[in-house]
């Protein structure tokens, strides 16, 4: 029942955003056009419900020539790929907005498991012993209010089981409000995707992704 209203919840409050963000969406696109060359909008196939595949819209942070399905941290010197205006939208998150739209025609959730890289097997295994895959994957969640980039893999996956095992309107609501003050404050955002958190290193999911 509840994931019914939760779908309800998406729609309006994507609307709402499309609607309200237009302006902001208006500057971020010009200020990306200038920057660089290349398309405003990067799409990358990602896992959805029940590991069925979709395309997520983001914008563009990095450069045309950035190998493509390849997480940041796995680029040799991947500063060099990340435009100047990529930086500024990735410590803020703006260029996770088009994924409204994602939400919108059922992709995604507001709340949810971030999506995984198609070919992210590992998070994807490891989720699967939460039925972490069983749901919507989301714009933020519980693992992004509490650590973001610098969780391994394995505690990622175990916090997306507790979103999953707890799902409802106050869990969701605690990721929702929870998620602005991560923004605010930065936390857990670490430059070309990886931390040293746990000392887990190249089995995180990426920032980029």
């Known amino acids: ?9 998406d729609i309006t409050l994507s609307f709402t955003g499309i609607v309200v963000l237009a302006p902001i969406f208006l500057i ?13 909008l990067f799409k990358q196939k990602r896992v959805g419900i029940n590991k069925t595949h979709f395309n997520i ?9 950035t190998p493509n399905d390849t997480p940041t ?3 040799t010197n991947p500063e060099n790929y990340i435009t100047k205006t990529g930086k500024f939208l990735r410590k803020t998150s703006l260029d996770e907005l088009p994924q409204i739209w994602n939400i919108f025609i059922g992709d995604m959730s507001i709340i949810g498991p ?23 994957p989301g714009l933020t969640g519980w693992a992004q209010i509490n650590g973001r980039d610098e969780l391994p893999i394995e505690v990622k ?11 409802g309107f106050r869990m969701d609501s605690k ?18 995707g990886t931390g040293a958190k746990k000392e887990v290193a190249n089995t995180r999911e990426t920032r980029s992704s």
């Open 1 to 9: 029942m509840y994931l019914k209203i939760k779908r309800l919840i």
């Open 175 to 192: 990721c929702f409000f929870g998620t602005f003050v991560s923004i605010v404050k930065s936390d857990g955002v670490v430059e070309g």
């Open 114 to 136: 971030r999506p995984a890289l198609w070919n992210q097997y590992d998070l994807i295994a490891e989720r699967d012993k939460y039925v972490a895959n069983e749901v919507p």
């Open 57 to 65: 819209l983001k914008f563009r942070t990095m450069k045309i020539d």
């Open 73 to 75: 941290h796995l680029l």
């Open 28 to 40: 971020l696109i010009i200020s990306i056009k200038l920057d660089s060359k290349g398309p405003v």
């Open 157 to 167: 996956a175990k916090l997306d089981g507790e979103y999953v095992e707890n799902l």
